[in-house]
Antibody, heavy 117, light 107 residues
Framework: QVQLQESGPGLVKPSETLSLTCTVS????????WSWMRQPPGKGLEWIGF???????TYNPSFKSRVTISVDTSKNQFSLKLSSVTAADTAVYYC???????????WGQGTLVTVSS | EIVMTQSPATLSVSPGERATLSCRAS??????LAWYQQKPGQAPRLLIY???TRATGIPARFSGSESGTDFTLTISSLQSEDFAVYYC?????????FGGGTKVEIK
């Protein structure tokens, strides 16, 4: 059974870069499709970006050029970097994966990232 | 960019009754639609993909259907564990997009 676990700082200062890592266990990262989503407190879900073993990456244009997703196959991890954060980036961030082409079956528990000085 | 609109925002239903949740896409998405259930403090759980295929382990009381750009999630007989927020998501076109959610609450 594939399991995902997000890790990274829970507090980031405005204008800095948010960095999160998702560790995959129970399966090879090369065998699935991966995404990052986020959910501001009390609000709905927002898709951030997608990767398939770093061969293919696609980002939500609403993040413009602030987002980068990468994969480290040696560690069975994939990562999110979001630059120039503001308070509006405060949210629970989820990593998710699937072998069902973009309908996400596996989810991490989510990690709250607060942007504040 | 495809916009997904869910209605109603809140649905009050008694246990044992049927619940019908709607999701409308701003353009055709070729049945590339998923439904998720989310309970407080938990990650979303995939219920349905491909408009009508139940994910592994999902009870048969959950079903999905479509009519053009209108999609429906039906819960045939609500159980206590079904009271949650439900999201639809299109994956036909980048960027992927979620609806705003429907909260199913106890009447």
């Amino acid at each position: 059974q594939v399991q995902l676990q997000e890790s990274g700082p829970g507090l980031v200062k405005p204008s800095e870069t948010l960095s999160l890592t998702c560790t995959v266990s129970g399966g090879s990262i090369s065998s699935y499709y991966w995404s990052w989503m986020r959910q501001p407190p009390g609000k709905g879900l927002e898709w951030i970006g997608f990767t398939s073993n770093s061969v293919s990456t696609t980002y939500n244009p609403s993040f413009k050029s602030r987002v980068t997703i990468s994969v480290d196959t040696s560690k069975n991890q994939f990562s999110l970097k979001l630059s120039s954060v503001t308070a509006a980036d405060t949210a629970v961030y989820y990593c998710a994966g699937t072998d069902l082409w973009l309908s996400f079956y596996y989810w991490g528990q989510g990690t709250l990232v607060t942007v504040s000085s | 960019e495809i916009v997904m609109t869910q209605s109603p925002a809140t649905l009050s239903v008694s246990p044992g009754e049927r619940a019908t949740l709607s999701c409308r896409a701003s353009q055709r998405i070729n049945n590339n639609l998923a439904w998720y259930q989310q309970k407080p403090g938990q990650a979303p759980r995939l219920l349905i993909y491909g408009t009508s295929t139940r994910a592994t382990g999902i009870p048969a009381r959950f079903s999905g259907s479509e009519s053009g750009t209108d999609f429906t999630l039906t819960i045939s007989s609500l159980q206590s564990e079904d009271f949650a927020v439900y999201y639809c998501q299109q994956y036909n076109t980048w960027p992927l997009a979620f609806g705003g959610g429907t909260k199913v609450e106890i009447k």
